[in-house]
């Protein structure tokens, strides 16, 4: 029996679509009465997301004790800027920033990049006025909404422990603040605050 040029097509899309069909998994079929399509997982080694929120521009509020572990209860307050970008295919970003002291303004440079063996970001801090002194990196992670990162350092020439918190992110807002502990972490004392608006 002869098929027409048009039944010939219309058969062989058919074929084509029974043969999609059963290279799908058993029970797959999208659009399958009860059955819901998983939704799409990243690949392995896909880079991180935890600070995709700093991405693009901020207005930042500062306060900032006088001075540090010294007892010391007045604080100072100013403005600045912040500007974010990814490196590393991801795995990385850097963060240019105006900090408008009352003394004088500077930049500063953060710059970031994650471990995919241990899970962790390490946060470098470099700013104008130590151009060839990259400072100690703090490592940590986050849990629950919350970036913890920690380091050991010194203040005065005593050994210290430092900590950077990233908290209360929104796609608008976020808040960072640094603690210094005197002993080994026991206690801390929470020396700097930046509240992130953003603008771009």
Avoid at 71 to 87: I, Q, V
Avoid at 91 to 113: A, F, I, K, Q, W
Avoid at 136 to 165: N, S
Wanted: glycine share 10%; hydrophobic share 35%; with cysteine.
């Amino acid at each position: 029996m002869m098929i027409s040029l048009p039944g010939r097509r219309r058969l062989l899309s058919l074929s084509l679509l029974a043969a999609a069909v059963n290279l799908l998994p058993s029970g797959a079929a999208p659009g399958a009465a009860g059955q819901d399509v998983p939704p799409k997982r990243p690949p392995a080694g896909a880079p991180p997301r935890d600070f995709d929120f700093l991405f693009g521009s901020w207005r930042v509020r500062h306060r900032r004790l006088k001075e540090r572990l010294a007892g010391c209860t007045e604080w100072e307050e100013f403005d600045g800027t912040c500007t974010c970008r990814p490196l590393l295919e991801g795995s990385g970003n850097v963060d240019d920033n105006v900090l408008e002291l009352p003394e004088g303004t500077y930049r500063g440079v953060g710059l970031r990049s994650f471990d995919a063996e241990t899970k962790t970001w390490a946060i470098w801090w470099l700013d104008s006025r130590r151009p060839h002194v990259l400072d100690v990196p703090v490592i940590g992670r986050f849990q629950d909404g919350v970036g913890t990162f920690e380091a050991d350092d010194t203040l005065r020439g005593q050994p210290i422990r430092m900590r950077f918190t990233w908290s209360r992110v929104t796609p608008r807002s976020a808040h960072w603040e640094q603690a210094f502990s005197p002993d080994g972490g026991k206690t801390w004392e929470t020396n700097w605050r930046m509240e992130f608006t953003r603008t771009a």
